[in-house]
């Protein structure tokens, strides 16, 4: 359990690194939009699992919420809703590639 544990800190602490490149004004859309859905598709096909995913990207969304709140006191709501809606997203990434691995397997 403790390894587990330890995999998800470190999704988290790297979720906050990421929600730092929101700051990036061009970078923004794509981040929020495709970046769950091409990073859960990655992990997934590198076999890493579906809560080190949502974990990763619910703290990016937590990231963006407290550092726009500290910076301009505003637009927390939105970036909480990013914090739920980013994890989803990277749900379809990563169901779509675990899904379609799952097809391709051999019968035994």
Known sequence: MARL???LLYAALLGQLVAQLGWIDPLF???VLAG???TGAILASRRVSYAW???LWASTGVGMAWSDWVVNRSDVAF???LA???PLLA???WGV???TRRRQLPAA
Request: aromatic fraction near 0%; proline fraction near 8%.
């Open 5 to 7: 544990t330890t995999k």
């Open 29 to 31: 859309i794509p981040l």
């Open 36 to 38: 769950p859905l091409l």
């Open 53 to 55: 995913v949502a974990v």
């Open 79 to 81: 970036h909480l809703a």
């Open 84 to 86: 739920v809606l980013m």
């Open 91 to 93: 749900g379809i990434g």
């Open 97 to 99: 590639v675990h899904l």
